[in-house]
């Protein structure tokens, strides 16, 4: 406060002070969980659907279900137990695999209300693992059973990748260069195919030997990332197929899935070691233990809210994690 005249009378004048009040952010590592509706339910892969919310495949149950941000949970009957998902013109695909991932020879189809449910033959006990949808607009898959790269389009035909033996594709996903990157477990590579080619461009192989290579997902910094589930360690490779791998703290972890999360980190899920983990892009690892006791942390994906989603197979519930 200060003084100031005004035709020679001398006046006060306040100094007005403003308070802004920011809004609260949220504590990274914060997991909320939700019970699914059916005991035994088996959840195993998840996808950000088109419809701003997160599906998931339930194997045991044979069930394709739905969680909203808030929770809420919708659960679809299906013939044949799904493991892989992936969503392709606003319609939700998913590899069925049948209950304890046996066989999977087919892929199956639902629209976004879970009505109109269609098959397309694969292949004879295949073994559809992980899901995703290419640049070229058609759906990718591993066929873990018959060591294959398939691709399918939108009205089901599909073409194949052959891979040598006991290469055991599982995991795949699109890098920053447009190609198609997979993990070969068996092999003990991680795989590049270009779309609209006819064979497998490189293979790289992971310095860990016996890694069992799980997961793979496009970083925020351009690179690959992926799991390594015997290795117990998180790897990087650039496009120029040059690795680098992170150990992770809590010995036996058995990390299934990786996704980048919201804030520019990668998330993935340890199951033996019950908790979920978030890895910098510059190699810094934190682990954040997950309440329900072995809950079992499978599949992760990132949701249109901005939480890192995941299913827990032994705990039967879905749930998310805070980033930010």
Do not use: C
């Not at 899920?269 to 910098?280: F, L, V």
């Amino acid at each position: 406060m200060h003084r100031v005249r005004l035709f020679g009378i001398p006046l006060l004048a306040a100094t007005t002070l403003m308070t802004v009040i920011l809004p609260a952010r949220a504590t990274p590592g914060v997991i909320a969980e939700y019970a699914l509706p059916n005991a035994g339910s088996g959840p195993q892969q998840l996808v950000n659907g088109p419809d701003g919310n997160v599906w998931f495949t339930e194997n045991a149950g044979a069930r394709v279900a739905k969680v909203t941000p808030a929770g809420v949970t919708s659960e679809y009957p299906v013939p044949i137990g799904p493991y892989g998902i992936a969503h392709l013109n606003n319609q939700i695909w998913f590899g069925e695999a049948a209950v304890g991932h046996t066989g999977g020879g087919s892929i199956g189809r639902i629209n976004l209300d879970g009505a109109g449910y269609t098959s397309f033959p694969v292949a004879t006990n295949a073994g559809v693992r992980i899901m995703t949808t290419g640049p070229d607009a058609k759906l990718w898959f591993a066929e873990q059973l018959i060591d294959k790269i398939g691709t399918m389009t939108e009205t089901g035909t599909v073409k194949q990748y052959r891979l040598s033996n006991f290469d055991q594709p599982h995991g795949i996903t699109t890098g920053s260069d447009n190609a198609m990157w997979f993990t070969a477990t068996g092999g003990n590579y991680i795989g590049r195919i270009v779309p609209g080619t006819n064979k497998v461009a490189n293979k790289y192989t992971i310095p860990t030997a016996g890694s069992q290579a799980l997961g793979i997902t496009g970083g925020p910094d351009g690179n690959l990332w992926f799991v390594e589930n015997v290795g117990n360690k998180i790897g990087r490779i650039t496009t120029a197929g040059v690795i680098t791998e992170f150990a992770i703290p809590s010995a036996n972890a058995k990390p299934k899935s990786i996704t980048t999360g919201s804030d520019g980190n990668l998330w993935f899920s340890e199951h033996d070691t019950n908790k979920m983990g978030r890895i910098t892009p510059a190699g810094v690892i934190t682990e954040f233990a997950v309440p329900t006791v072995n809950g079992g942390p499978f599949g992760v994906a990132s949701g249109s809210d901005g939480k890192v989603w995941f299913v827990e197979f032994e705990g039967n519930k879905v749930a998310n994690v805070s980033v930010l």
